[in-house]
């Protein structure tokens, strides 16, 4: 991991310098949790546009119809509670294969979920989903250094107590930054950067983790700020550690 994540300093690409102007949300919010991305886009871009749906059925459906709207910035969808399924998995997976945008998912259905979930999942660089429930379980930052773990001290998270799901990844080519257990561990990862180098897949749920804000923000930063690798050189790199 140490090793790859100097390569990845070496190697050069395009910086998103120029704030993004329109983001798309679809986030679950129930008994006071979900509402941390929003507050984390504000705080770094105060001007940016952000479509911002949530509730279930009606916000996925709306959130569908804006995917397709218009070209965005970045997409964002952080399922943690309601059926997943009314998502246009697929739609998010056509614009993931052509790095549309930097492209977040958390969802708590990646192995149930019926409109193309787990398909995505594979495309991101993620091979097998171990999902689990309560009780709450110790988090670690696997990459410290990395700029979605800068400044996060408390990795913890609350319970909502709605029977929510989070998930341990085993990754094919995805870059595990924070896993389930104390270091790097084979199947218990838990945010990772995705094979595009700049998106981002999660078994995580930021929503309601102690430090959400700041988690978000991190992530936000990443997604936009840092450099993005093409998908040759990631998959170059990667190589050297088959």
Same mark, same amino acid.
């Given at each position: 991991?140490?090793?790859?994540?100097?390569?990845?300093?070496?190697?050069?690409?395009?910086?998103?310098?120029?704030?993004?102007?329109?983001?798309?949300?679809?986030?679950?919010?129930?008994?006071?949790?979900?509402?941390?991305?929003?507050?984390?886009?504000?705080?770094?871009?105060?001007?940016?546009?952000?479509?911002?749906?949530?509730?279930?059925?009606?916000?996925?459906?709306?959130?569908?119809?804006?995917?397709?709207?218009?070209?965005?910035?970045?997409?964002?969808?952080?399922?943690?509670?309601?059926?997943?399924?009314?998502?246009?998995?697929?739609?998010?997976?056509?614009?993931?294969?052509?790095?549309?945008?930097?492209?977040?998912?958390?969802?708590?259905?990646?192995?149930?979920?019926?409109?193309?979930?787990?398909?995505? =999942? *594979?495309?991101?660089?993620?091979?097998?989903? /171990?999902?689990?429930? @309560?009780?709450?379980? #110790?988090? $670690? %930052?696997? &990459?410290?250094?990395?700029?979605?773990?800068?400044?996060?001290?408390?990795?913890?998270?609350?319970?909502?107590?709605?029977?929510?799901?989070?998930?341990?990844?085993?990754?094919?080519?995805?870059?595990?930054?924070?896993?389930?257990?104390?270091?790097?561990?084979?199947?218990? =990862? *838990?945010?990772?950067?995705?094979?595009?180098? /700049?998106?981002?897949? @999660?078994?995580?749920? #930021?929503? $309601? %983790?102690? &430090?959400?804000?700041?988690?978000?923000?991190?992530?936000?930063?990443?997604?936009?700020?840092?450099?993005?690798?093409?998908?040759?050189?990631?998959?170059?790199?990667?190589?050297?550690?088959?």
């Amino acid at each position: 991991m140490k090793i790859l994540g100097f390569l990845l300093v070496l190697v050069t690409g395009t910086v998103l310098a120029q704030p993004p102007t329109d983001i798309l949300v679809y986030h679950d919010v129930e008994l006071g949790y979900g509402n941390a991305v929003i507050t984390a886009i504000g705080n770094r871009w105060p001007a940016c546009n952000i479509a911002d749906y949530s509730g279930g059925t009606a916000g996925q459906t709306q959130f569908n119809a804006d995917m397709a709207s218009q070209a965005w910035d970045i997409i964002i969808v952080e399922s943690w509670y309601y059926d997943s399924d009314g998502i246009n998995w697929s739609g998010i997976n056509d614009l993931y294969n052509i790095s549309a945008c930097p492209i977040f998912v958390a969802c708590w259905e990646w192995n149930g979920g019926t409109s193309g979930q787990l398909i995505l =999942a *594979g495309n991101m660089g993620v091979s097998g989903v /171990s999902p689990f429930g @309560s009780p709450v379980i #110790p988090h $670690y %930052a696997w &990459e410290p250094t990395h700029a979605i773990c800068t400044g996060i001290s408390d990795w913890g998270w609350n319970d909502p107590g709605l029977g929510i799901l989070n998930s341990r990844f085993t990754v094919s080519d995805a870059f595990p930054v924070t896993g389930w257990t104390a270091s790097s561990t084979t199947g218990q =990862a *838990g945010i990772c950067v995705a094979n595009d180098a /700049s998106s981002v897949i @999660s078994g995580y749920t #930021p929503a $309601y %983790a102690n &430090e959400s804000v700041a988690i978000w923000e991190n992530i936000l930063a990443f997604m936009w700020g840092d450099v993005a690798l093409e998908r040759s050189t990631w998959g170059e790199i990667k190589t050297l550690f088959n």
